[in-house]
């Protein structure tokens, strides 16, 4: 199994700072930290080192990645190896760089360096495997960088950070417990009943704290969004009834109400019989122009936003609300009437 | 009061009676076989005293019942693409390769049931293969009623020391309409009179029994409650870690805000009327099902009811981002039975029963990875599995 090795200009010995602005340099087989590397590496062979200079690929990422990742694609490696980078920033930048870009191309890759290194945060999928902060560290860091090292290289699944000693990347991965959810359960109850609160599920949730309330709403352009699949009479751009895959704008065309038979909902996750004979009730648009004449609403937006709120993941369903918002923040909207299901 | 549960082995198992518009199949432990369109699972059970296994007048949980080790029966429906509310989701059961890990059915032998579905809507339909199914599920377990048991287990909750916590269990049980139906003694769970305090061996005991058909990991088929590993494990602690105060049964997808705050603080109040100190709250189900438990947990953290929640995660496999669709700062407690949103590798089975496109028009044999949120119960959110999730 082919290994390829990343290192800064320092460690592959092409000379310190004033040599910080080297460009990406194929180097064969192991060199510098390489060689003790390769002792640690069963099986797998450190068939070529990527070097470049630590100023040069800060102020020239993406033709600095573009290089390597060629050259990287030259040798097809069973696994990629950057560093130790141990405390220092810009390598450790580097490495993490090169690793999450070479992991998103199907390259196992794995980096390593101190756990305040800024790098640790841009190893997208790829592991990054702890160090100490400084060369000191080289020792105690080569066998762990190798044993995960040979370990992608050979394709064996591995297990949790814990198990293996890499960083958390804070993927969730599914694994088989030893004992059930429900062992779990009164094991985690009778741990809080005795003062002791665990959970497997961090309580980190993405929290939106609410804006401060509209001054004056008599003066606030309001937008109707809503996630209940209401679109035109006959879905013309085909929205999802379940896993909606995007959101869409309609030009409400000073319309006072959604009449019955213009509009409907084609939401896959309740029952839309109701729904359908007055799709006002689901986005009340009938109402809002009622606010709009009695000067109690500024202006109603003219586009509806809409989208199906049923079995989205919630990474894209994050990514419909933040495209939403911004469009209406360009429009400038000050408030939004969401309906939801 | 006592219940028995007599366990026999599954060579007792007796083929069933043909039905009209049913083919029937028996497929032995670890086929390699994909079985597709998966309504329930279920157990096979038998009372020797005449009284139905899945009563719909009660009471269930007394005397005995017999029960067939190692069988499960599986119900299988394509429903006509006709126009209606409510949409039953793919539900693979595979019995073997990858998937088979994901399901406690790959281990046993299957009496599958494959309906072809007459007319008359998809309400008279399923209602129709729920009955026919439990019919079944009864019929197979009559070998049992001549033989003798391998085990006879007691449920009985006798007094236990005061000083161990009161611990009850809080099960939620969805009614979101037709085919998103969990039943209550054959009542839908909207119209059961939830929240309301049952015997867990009435749980146990065919009480409960499914009609939900959304993603087939976060369902909770009938078997799951036959088998209900959270109210096994509460008897079993009764006395050692704990005293098991009782079971809660309330309603998932209660339909307004208002309607779902109630429904919580009421379930609240009924853990309180049973002594609880503590309540494992399970949830059905995913979408607005997750609101209602997580509101049920606040209010009985509220009134000063410790609580675990157990729950599935839905979160892309690329992601780090959050991966509960609620969340209430009082869930420090929960248990997660893993991400649905994981892909299964692909398998390609020699058979496929049940339907051989999936719901999606995709070929059931060559199907490719497919995620976990479509195969049964693998995520279920009772804890009857030991799937989960960690960060890595």
Partial sequence: MKAVHYLNQFFAGMGGEEQAETPPTRLDGAVGPGRGLQAELEGVEIVATLACGDDYFAEHEDEALAVLLEMLAEIAPDVLVAGPAFGSGRYGYACARLAASAAGRGIPAVAAMHEENPGVSEAGSAYVVPTAVNVAGMRDALPRLGALAAALASGRELGSAQEEGYFVRGFRRNYVAEETGAERAVELLLSKLAGETRTEVGGDMDRVEPPPPVADLSSALVALVTEAGCVPQGNPDHLQSVRAQGWFRYDLGGADTLASGHYESVHGGFDVTLANEDPNRLVPLDTVRGLERAGRVGRVHESLYTTTGNGTPVVLATKFGEEIAGELRDSGVQAVLLSGT | ???????????????????????????????????????????????????????????????????????????????????????????????????????????????????????????????????????????????????????????????????????????????????????????????????????????????????????????????????????????????????????????????????????????????????????????????????????????????????????????????????????????????????????????????????????????????????????????????????SARTE
């Avoid at chain 2, 079985?35 to 020797?48: C, N």
């Avoid at chain 2, 005995?64 to 209606?84: A, I, K, M, Q, Y």
Wanted: charged content about 25%; hydrophobic content about 40%.
């Fill in chain 2, 1 to 387: 009061m006592a219940w028995e549960l007599a366990t026999y082995p599954a060579d007792l198992l007796r083929e069933p009676e043909p039905v009209e518009g049913v083919e029937v199949e028996i497929v032995p432990a670890g086929s390699p076989v994909r079985v597709t369109h998966v309504l329930d699972a279920v157990e096979p059970r038998i009372r020797p005293d005449g009284r139905a296994a899945f009563p719909i007048n009660g009471p269930a949980g007394e005397g005995r019942t017999n029960r067939l080790d190692g069988v499960v029966v599986l119900s299988c429906l394509d429903f006509p693409g006709e126009e209606r509310p409510l949409h039953e989701q793919e539900s693979i059961v595979d019995f073997g390769g990858p998937g088979a890990s994901l399901t406690p059915f790959a281990d046993m032998t299957a009496v599958v049931l494959t309906f072809s579905p007459g007319g008359g809507g998809h309400v008279a339909i399923d209602a129709d293969a729920r009955r026919t199914t439990l019919a079944v599920a009864e019929e197979v377990a009559r070998g049992t009623l001549d033989a003798e048991p391998d085990e006879v287990e007691s449920f009985e909750l006798g007094s236990a020391d005061e000083s161990l916590p009161a611990v009850a269990a809080l099960i939620q049980l969805s009614d979101l309409g037709a085919l998103y139906i969990q039943y209550v003694y054959g009542v839908p769970a909207g119209e059961a009179g939830l929240p309301r305090a049952v015997d867990p061996a009435e749980l146990l005991d065919g009480a409960i029994t499914c009609g939900e058909y959304h993603w087939a990991a976060m369902r909770n088929p009938t078997w799951f409650f036959q088998r209900n590993e959270l109210i096994r494990t509460l008897y079993r602690e009764h006395g050692r870690t704990l005293r098991f105060a009782g079971v809660v049964l309330m309603r998932g997808y209660e339909q307004s805000a208002a309607d779902k705050q109630l429904a919580a603080e009421r379930a609240a109040a009924v853990a309180g009327e049973i002594g609880a100190e503590g309540v494992v709250i399970t949830t059905d189900a995913g979408g607005n099902s997750h609101t209602d438990v997580m509101l049920t947990c606040r209010a009985c953290e509220q009134a000063g009811i410790r609580t675990t929640v157990v729950l599935a995660e839905e979160t892309d496999p690329e992601s780090t981002k959050p991966i509960l669709t609620d969340w209430v700062r009082e869930a420090d407690s929960i248990v997660s039975t893993g991400n649905v949103e994981e892909l299964v590798d692909a398998w390609t089975p020699e058979r496929i029963i049940g339907g051989e496109l999936l719901l999606d028009g995709t070929p059931a044999a060559e199907a490719g990875p497919i995620p976990v949120r479509n195969y049964l119960g693998a995520a279920n959110q009772m804890g009857q599995l030991a799937l």
